[in-house]
C-alpha cells in the first residue's frame, strides 16, 4: 500500500512540475493576459469579466505569434518573433529556477538558474517551430527518362 502512494505522490509532483514549466514557456502571453487582467479589473470591477477578458488577450496574443510566424517567410522577422517569445520564457526560467532550486552555494544557485533559463528559453524557441503549420517540402522528381 504505501508503494501506491509513493507512486501517486511521485505522479502528483510530475504533473505539477510539467504544469509549471508549461506556464514558463509561454511566458508572454502568460504576462500579457495577467496585465489584461489587472487593467480590467480596474477599468470594470467585476473578477469574471476581467477573467474573460485577460484569457482573450492572452490567447490571442499567442495565435498572433503562431499566425505571424506561420504566415512569415522572411529568416530576420521569423528568428525575432521567436526570440520575441523565447527571451520572457528564459527570464522567468532563469528567476524560477533560482527561486525553487536552492543550493549549498550561492554560484551554484546561479548556474543551475542559468541551466533552467537556457532549458525554457530553448523550449519556447522550439515551440515556435512546432507550431507553425509549415509544409513539408516536397522533393522535385525527374520524369525525364534517360
Known amino acids: 500500500m504505501i508503494f501506491l502512494d509513493t507512486f501517486f505522490l511521485m505522479l502528483g509532483l510530475g504533473v505539477l512540475c510539467?504544469?509549471?514549466?508549461?506556464?514558463?514557456?509561454?511566458?508572454?502571453?502568460?504576462?500579457?493576459?495577467?496585465?489584461?487582467?489587472?487593467a480590467a479589473y480596474n477599468f470594470i470591477g467585476s473578477v469574471i469579466a476581467a477573467g474573460l477578458?485577460?484569457?482573450?488577450?492572452?490567447t490571442?496574443?499567442?495565435?498572433?505569434?503562431?499566425?505571424?510566424?506561420?504566415?512569415?517567410?522572411?529568416p530576420i522577422p521569423r528568428l525575432a518573433i521567436k526570440i520575441l517569445f523565447a527571451i520572457?520564457?528564459?527570464?522567468?526560467?532563469?528567476?524560477?529556477?533560482?527561486?525553487?532550486?536552492?543550493?549549498?552555494s550561492h554560484m551554484w544557485s546561479h548556474v543551475?538558474?542559468?541551466?533552467?533559463?537556457?532549458?525554457?528559453g530553448v523550449t519556447a524557441y522550439m515551440r515556435m517551430n512546432a507550431s507553425s503549420n509549415?509544409?513539408?517540402?516536397?522533393?522535385i522528381v525527374s520524369t525525364t527518362g534517360g
Do not use: C, E, K, W
Not at 510539467?18 to 489587472?38: D, I
Not at 490571442?60 to 522572411?74: D, E, K, P, S
Not at 543551475?112 to 525554457?120: D, E, R
Not at 509549415?134 to 522533393?139: A, G, N, S, T, V
Open 18 to 38: 510539467r504544469v509549471f514549466f508549461m506556464s514558463l514557456v509561454y511566458a508572454l502571453p502568460t504576462a500579457v493576459g495577467l496585465t489584461t487582467l489587472f
Open 53 to 58: 477578458i485577460a484569457i482573450a488577450a492572452g
Open 60 to 74: 490571442l496574443t499567442l495565435r498572433a505569434g503562431q499566425y505571424a510566424f506561420a504566415t512569415v517567410r522572411a
Open 88 to 104: 520572457p520564457a528564459a527570464i522567468v526560467g532563469y528567476n524560477a529556477t533560482l527561486d525553487f532550486a536552492p543550493a549549498p
Open 112 to 120: 543551475f538558474a542559468t541551466f533552467g533559463a537556457i532549458s525554457v
Open 134 to 139: 509549415d509544409p513539408q517540402p516536397q522533393h
